[in-house]
Every structure is written in C-alpha cells, then in structure tokens.
C-alpha cells in the first residue's frame, strides 16, 4: 500500500488486473531503508500477491469483483521501526495507538454507513476485531478470514482455500 496507495498493494496485481498505474510523488519524509519509489517498486508483497490472484481467479475481471466488493484499509497509514520493518497499529504503545484508533473506529463506521454493504470481512484478527469494536449491533454483518501474511503458518498452507471456505461458511460466497 505505501507504493501504490491500493490496499494489499502487490505491484503486478495492481498495475496488471486492477488496471492502475499512477505516479506516486515521494513523502517530504520518508524511511531511508523503505523509500518510496511506487511502480518501479521491485519488492514483492505476497499477502497481496495471495488477495489479489484469489480474487482475479474467482471474478475474471476486476469490474466484476468491484460490482459487489471493495478493500479497504482500517489504517491506511503506515508505521515503521528504525530497522524499516512494518508496525502495524495493534503494536503501537497505547499513548501512540488510543487517538489513531478512535480516528480509524470513526472512519470505518462512516465508510459502513455511507456504502450500507451488507457484511464487513476482517482480514485477520485485529481487523475483524476493530469492526466488532466499531460498528454498532445490527449495522453490519461481521465476519473474518484468514491473513494472507506469509508470518502466518496457517496462511502458508494453502491460503486461498481457506478464504474460500470461510467466505463459504460466512454465505458471503456460495
């Protein structure tokens, strides 16, 4: 996503089936070890490389998947350690997390409201969470399906049937 500003932001994936290629301008500020360079970005991201080829092989086309899906981010921002290593928003110190949070809750819920889809579908746990957290009793159906992180061993072992099966299961997906 910091490349490409697309959620799961797998450069080929975007360029290739959502059809997207932009120039990104570089931040004032940016990571020296994690510097912006958008599609001449040569670093894979294989939890949107899994994301993205689940759903061209299931919809084709992109226009289809979007006719009756959309990916967001809960947190569109991005944080990194001095290494250059991601830190997503859960292990942020409570002080750094509280207002960042309350801003994401605010957002989902207006995103939810304005667009009235029928489920949310957290994309791991701490998404799935956040939605429950979030939007109230009766707005939304809630579900979850696996993250496609390769840190996770479950999505290593055959993550696109997973997310199939839980969409199943969901009847999100029949």
Not at 24 to 51: D, K, N, V, W, Y
Not at 113 to 132: K, Q, S, Y
Not at 148 to 157: G, T, Y
Request: glycine share 8%; hydrophobic share 45%; aromatic share 8%.
């Amino acid at each position: 996503m910091v490349q490409t500003g697309v959620p799961f932001g797998e450069i080929l994936a975007v360029r290739n089936w959502l059809a997207i290629e932009a120039p990104i301008r570089r931040p004032p500020l940016e990571h020296p070890r994690r510097p912006i360079t958008g599609f001449a970005c040569t670093r894979s991201e294989i939890s949107g490389q899994r994301l993205w080829r689940l759903f061209a092989e299931r919809f084709g086309h992109a226009d289809e998947f979007f006719a009756s899906h959309i990916v967001m981010n809960y947190c569109p921002l991005a944080f990194l350690e001095s290494t250059g290593r991601n830190r997503t928003p859960d292990k942020l110190a409570p002080a750094e997390r509280n207002g960042l949070i309350a801003a994401c809750d605010r957002h989902l819920k207006r995103v939810v409201a304005i667009l009235e889809p029928e489920w949310v579908v957290g994309i791991g746990d701490f998404a799935t969470r956040r939605a429950v957290q979030a939007l109230p009793d009766g707005m939304v159906k809630i579900g979850r399906i696996l993250h496609p992180s390769p840190a996770s061993p479950s999505a290593n072992r055959g993550w696109a049937g997973a997310a199939i099966r839980q969409l199943q299961a969901l009847k999100v997906w029949d």
